[in-house]
């Protein structure tokens, strides 16, 4: 969008959907069943669950707004974060969904299913990398993000360090123990407990397996 146009995309969102669609202004606190819209000409951060607003140089041509959230996303959600890369051009957001993988995160791009993506550089820069965890078409994402959200309830009554865990959870951690060390020869007991079983959890739903 040119610098000097008037970006209507939260008023188009809107039409789509029942949650409030909020332009963000700084200092925003992220809430849940919302929609953030980033106004013009800014850079958006995100720290401690508040998003951040700084000037943007209109004149550079190595704008990455969606690369730069992405990292300070991944730095402040870890494990949590989730980079989604629907269409439009370059590659931005290749580079952020790094970081979100490096940290944990899920990460997420638009595949091609003969009705879009409209533009399809973002997603194609983004899934040619190998860093993207799933690539499916836009209708199917938002089952994938359901998934992924609800492999943390699931895991809410397992402690971080292992205690008090049942017996068949212990048996079952134990053999997917062995399993890896044989495969990789990494030994993966050193983590915590529901660390390592979100991060099989994960695993299981990229690869489409059952639980």
């Known amino acids: 969008l040119s610098p000097g146009r008037e970006s209507l995309l939260h008023e188009i969102v809107g039409r789509y959907t029942q949650m409030p669609v909020v332009v963000v202004e700084e200092g925003t606190t992220v809430l849940s069943d919302h929609v953030y819209v980033m106004p013009q000409n800014v850079v958006l951060t995100i720290e401690k669950g508040v998003l951040r607003l700084r000037q943007s140089n209109v004149l550079s041509r190595e704008r990455k707004p969606i690369d730069i959230f992405f990292s300070a996303l991944a730095e402040d959600q870890g494990e949590y974060a989730v980079g989604v890369i629907?269409?439009?051009g370059d590659s931005d957001g290749t580079l952020g969904a790094k970081a979100i993988k490096e940290r944990g995160g899920l990460t997420v791009a638009q595949a091609p299913d003969g009705y879009g993506p409209r533009n399809p550089?973002?997603?194609?820069?983004?899934i040619s990398s190998g860093l993207i965890d799933i690539a499916a078409p836009a209708e199917d994402i938002g089952a994938k993000l359901e998934g992924f959200a609800r492999s943390f309830d699931l895991l809410n009554g397992?402690?971080?360090?292992g205690r008090q865990e049942t017996a068949?959870?212990?048996?079952?951690?134990d053999e997917?123990?062995?399993?890896?060390?044989g495969q990789s020869g990494h030994d993966f007991s050193g983590y915590k407990t529901k660390t390592f079983l979100r991060r099989v959890k994960r695993r299981m739903q990229i690869a489409q397996l059952g639980s």
């Open 86 to 88: 629907l269409s439009g």
């Open 121 to 126: 550089d973002m997603p194609k820069s983004a």
């Open 158 to 161: 397992v402690p971080e360090d």
């Open 168 to 173: 068949d959870l212990g048996r079952l951690r």
């Open 176 to 181: 997917i123990y062995g399993i890896l060390k």
